[in-house]
């Protein structure tokens, strides 16, 4: 906290914004985009694939342009922001770790399951020696008990973490819910606490504004709802909800909203909306990236991509397994076909 802001937004469509367009943005989007953000005065902007520093695979979605050129072109043009990375252990390294940070990016977000930072520590270490701040972000924040999710926190923060996340990825909480991790997170650890909302059952922005209530000051949005699923707490909103309850960002709301309408909205694919699958995410516990995943799963084996989801749900599937989307369509087309042969 500053004496200029009672809370400090990430922006995060340049990453998590990048699942919603299946990680197909140019270089000129990004300088475009981050130009903008940091004429707003947004005080940090992440920037990698949507599945973190080498997400870029078969597995997770093929980017358009390299990240390392996209992290570049965005640190060129932001004078005032500060340019972040996530990076998940296992899919990214300490050898794209240092290049984000010769290249001048400022934050390492070290993301990992919410019962498995113990995953993390030489990520943040390396971070701290490269002199960035350190954030862990634990992600599926609603598959662990609250207890979990403090031991959890206190590991991230003995490795070294400025910052620990409450990560909703799924959009699956409820605010009583988040009042509650952010409570105990708060009450537990000695740095600073942020969260990650997902729109998936429209309670980004609830749940948003329950955690700065109950203390968190380090916050995620995304400019025009741009994320996975349903997106993001919407980031001109939450500026504009902010001003009004007296709580200072000091991002330019304006220039928010001109970003949101003239250069994002051109971007997208597809509103940004709560859709069938999107809400069957947040309803089911299911990873948002999986949406589309799910959606090409049932269009090629002619089921219904929310059963897909559902049973994903059933099965406590996390990022990383999305192998389990084709596996799961399989076996849901197969059992369809017995049954209509029965």
Request: hydrophobic share 45%; aromatic share 4%; glycine share 8%.
């Amino acid at each position: 906290m500053t004496n200029e802001r009672d809370i400090l937004i990430t922006e995060v469509a340049l990453r998590d914004g990048s699942h919603a367009i299946n990680h197909q943005y140019t270089v000129e989007q990004v300088l475009k985009v981050t130009k903008a953000l940091n004429d707003a005065n947004v005080p940090y902007i992440e920037v990698s694939h949507g599945d973190g520093l080498a997400g870029s695979s078969l597995q997770y979605g093929l980017s358009r342009t390299n990240e390392m050129e996209l992290i570049e072109a965005a640190v060129s043009v932001a004078d005032k922001s500060k340019i972040a990375v996530l990076l998940i252990p296992g899919i990214g390294t300490l050898h794209e770790l240092k290049e984000a940070a010769n290249l001048g990016a400022k934050m390492a977000r070290i993301a990992t399951h919410v019962t498995e930072a113990d995953v993390a520590p030489q990520h943040i270490a390396y971070a701290k020696e490269l002199g960035m701040e350190t954030v862990g972000f634990l992600m599926m924040n609603h598959m662990a008990p609250v207890n979990k999710l403090v031991e959890q926190a206190k590991l991230m923060e003995s490795y070294g973490a400025d910052t620990v996340y409450v990560v909703d990825s799924a959009g699956y909480l409820l605010p009583d819910q988040v009042r509650e991790r952010i409570r105990a997170l708060k009450q537990s650890i000695g740095v600073n606490v942020g969260f990650h909302g997902h729109n998936n059952l429209s309670l980004a922005m609830a749940n948003t504004l329950v955690a700065i209530e109950e203390g968190a000051t380090r916050i995620d949005g995304s400019v025009r709802c741009l994320g996975a699923g349903a997106g993001n707490t919407q980031t001109e909103v939450l500026v504009a909800v902010c001003e009004r309850m007296g709580i200072k960002t000091g991002v330019d709301l304006y220039k928010m909203m001109d970003l949101s309408e003239d250069i994002i909205a051109p971007l997208l694919q597809v509103p940004q909306e709560i859709t069938k699958d999107s809400l069957t995410l947040g309803y089911a516990g299911v990873y948002s990236s999986f949406a589309l995943h799910a959606k090409r799963a049932a269009a090629k084996f002619g089921v219904d991509s929310r059963d897909i989801l559902i049973e994903l749900g059933n099965r406590k599937v996390v990022g990383g397994q999305e192998d389990m989307i084709v596996e799961v369509a399989a076996e849901i087309a197969k059992n369809k076909s017995k049954i209509v042969l029965a």
